[in-house]
């Protein structure tokens, strides 16, 4: 009897072996291999973004301008323009300084312009 319990729990665990490796699939040459499938998926392309849109709103740098009713030079400080279309922005209203100095600021009148870029004038 002491003989016959060890001998069945053997048995017993080579009959669950048995079943556990019925279950498992086999991975032969029809069956597809999970890593293959996990790197095929792992590099396949990302679908492509959008075009990202343009921002509304932009800072202009500090600009030199030459100003054709005086002729002089005059210094445009950093501002925000805001696009309205890719040809046109609102400028708001600037005060420029001479170049050269002076006391006497020149006024330019807020408005729809071509972006600074594009520009010749404030």
Known sequence: MKRLLPCLALL???????????????????????????RALSLRPRPALPPATPPAERVVPERRVRVPETGQEVVIPAH???????????VPPLAGFPAGGGASLVHFPAGERLPAELRQGP
């Open 80 to 90: 925000t323009e805001r696009r309205i279309s890719d040809t046109q922005v609102s």
């Open 12 to 38: 017993g665990s080579l009959a669950c072996a048995i079943s556990v490796a019925a279950q498992t699939p086999q991975i032969g040459p029809g069956a597809p291999d999970p890593i293959e499938h996990s």
